[in-house]
């Protein structure tokens, strides 16, 4: 028996293409700059050791001048180095670590909070911006022709105040600073607290 072709053809709906992610140059940046970082720090021996069991707050026991008049007096003695309570190769290790890292902290803690300043003043200009156009909007929608305005408006409106209310609740939660655990130092010790 032979089919009839009908004439019709299944239709089959070809899969719509997903349009590609737009990449901002400031996205680009950020990618760079995170993936040099990321290889950089991946250099530093210890780096990626398993730190959990160390406490969130961390103090230091004496500066590093201490350690490294200790290291001295070690390296000079016969009797201290025979008690073996001082490794004096890895004090110096620690002593070049701290040397060189210190700096590079302090210049990502410089860099983040200029750059989240900056992401600040940004966020406040164009809302600043963005606030006249909602007054504008609010003027715009009492004509009733403007329908689609007073949506817009309302939509407006409503993150408006989700916002302010989430900056108020912000405001409103009482931040206790945790009280430092008392930390025992050594004459002339460093009472610094540093984090984790």
């Known amino acids: 028996m032979k089919r009839r072709n ?3 053809r299944n239709a089959v709906s070809e899969p719509v293409p997903a349009p590609a992610p737009v990449i901002t140059p400031y996205e680009k940046i950020a990618a760079q700059l995170t993936t040099a970082i990321n290889d950089s720090v991946a ?16 103090g230091r026991l004496v500066s590093t001048e201490f350690l490294g008049m200790t290291m001295d007096a070690v390296d000079a003695s016969g009797e201290l180095q025979g008690v073996n309570q001082l490794d004096t190769l890895d004090c110096r290790d620690t002593l070049q670590f701290s040397q060189a890292i210190r700096p590079l902290t302090a210049l990502f803690f410089s860099v983040a909070r200029r750059l989240e300043l900056m992401t600040r003043v940004r966020e406040v200009k164009s809302g600043k911006g963005a606030l006249v156009i909602y007054h504008i909007a609010q003027r715009i929608a009492l004509n009733p022709n403007n329908t689609h305005i007073a949506v817009l408006v309302e939509n407006l409106r409503a993150e408006l105040r989700r916002s302010r209310l989430g900056a108020k609740r912000k405001a409103k939660v009482p ?14 010790g460093d009472l610094t607290k540093i984090a984790a």
């Open 175 to 188: 931040t206790s600073p945790v009280p430092a655990a008392p930390v025992a130092t050594a004459e002339g």
């Open 43 to 58: 250099q530093i021996p210890g780096f990626h050791d398993d730190l959990s069991g160390i406490p969130k707050r961390i």
């Open 6 to 8: 009908t004439g019709r």
